[in-house]
């Protein structure tokens, strides 16, 4: 999974400072970051189905927070899906 250093990396990147871990952009971030790592995980492990549950739970998870977010602040949302390199 992610390391703390990957975790503040990432929560500095989109939060603006280290304590900011509760932003919207940030939850999304994070939730992208473990997204794209278990992705990898599966093509060693193709018969993981706890993990695959799992993983199609973050997925919701996410899809609401960017929900959120377009709901309330259309440009950075926009922003967000740019720098993650989401919704193409």
Request: hydrophobic share 30%.
């Amino acid at each position: 999974m992610l390391t703390k250093q990957q975790k503040m990396d990432i929560v500095t990147k989109f939060g603006g400072e280290e304590k900011n871990s509760g932003k919207t952009e940030v939850q999304v971030a994070l939730i992208t970051a473990k997204i794209s790592y278990l992705t990898g995980h599966f093509a060693d492990h193709k018969h993981d189905y706890h993990s695959k549950h799992g993983l199609m739970k973050m997925i919701g998870k996410r899809r609401r927070l960017l929900r959120y977010l377009n709901n309330n602040s259309p440009e950075r949302y926009q922003a967000v899906i740019k720098e993650l390199g989401l919704r193409k």
